[in-house]
C-alpha cells in the first residue's frame, strides 16, 4: 500500500516540476505587456448602424390620411423611433439611420402601429434580412404594402356568417 501512495506522490511532483521548468525553457515564462488597443478604422465602421429606406403603402386611408408610429419590433434591431403622417395617397418613405443589428442572423424587425381617426390602432410586425456586409454609402430599401384600419373594418362588416343547418 505505501508503494502504491509513493508511486502516486513522485508522479504528481513531477508534474508540479515540469509544469514550472518548461515553460522558462521554451521562452513562454516571461510574457510581454499586452499592446494598447486602439480603435481601427474596421471597428469604428462597424460601430455605425446602416441607413434603410422603408417605402409604406398603405391601401385604403380616409381623406384625413393617418399617422404612423416606426418601432423596433424587437431587441435585435436598434433604432430611433419616428411617428409620421401619411397622406391620402397611402405613400410614404420612411427614412431609418444609423440602424443597428444586434442579431447573428441579420434580421431588422420593425414595428408599424397606424392610429386613424375613428378606428383602433392597428401594429403590424415587418421583419427584413439585410445584406452580410454594408456597402459604403449604400441605403438598403424594402417594399412594405398594409391595409387601413377602416378598410379592415369595412370589408369585416360585409362579411356575413354563414348560417349552418
Known amino acids: 500500500m505505501r508503494l502504491r501512495f509513493w508511486n502516486a506522490s513522485a508522479l504528481a511532483a513531477g508534474f508540479v516540476t515540469a509544469s514550472v521548468l518548461v515553460p522558462f525553457s521554451f521562452g ?7 499592446a494598447e488597443k486602439t480603435p481601427t478604422a474596421a471597428s469604428a465602421e462597424k460601430g455605425q448602424g446602416r441607413d434603410i ?7 385604403g386611408l380616409g381623406s ?3 399617422d404612423i408610429d416606426v418601432k423596433p419590433g424587437n431587441p435585435a434591431c436598434v433604432f430611433k423611433a419616428q ?8 405613400q410614404v418613405l420612411v427614412e431609418l439611420k444609423d440602424v443597428k443589428i444586434r442579431g447573428a442572423d441579420r434580421n431588422c424587425s420593425i414595428a408599424l402601429t397606424i392610429r386613424e381617426e375613428g378606428q383602433p390602432a392597428k401594429t403590424v410586425y415587418r421583419g ?22 377602416s378598410k379592415v373594418a369595412a370589408i369585416a362588416a360585409t362579411r356575413t356568417e354563414a348560417t349552418r343547418r
Open 28 to 34: 513562454q515564462g516571461s510574457r510581454p505587456a499586452a
Open 53 to 59: 429606406e422603408l417605402k409604406l403603402a398603405i391601401a
Open 64 to 66: 384625413k390620411g393617418c
Open 83 to 90: 411617428t409620421l403622417h401619411v397622406k391620402p395617397d397611402g
Open 128 to 149: 427584413y434580412r439585410l445584406a452580410a456586409e454594408a456597402k459604403e454609402g449604400a441605403v438598403e430599401s424594402f417594399l412594405c404594402c398594409l391595409s387601413s384600419p
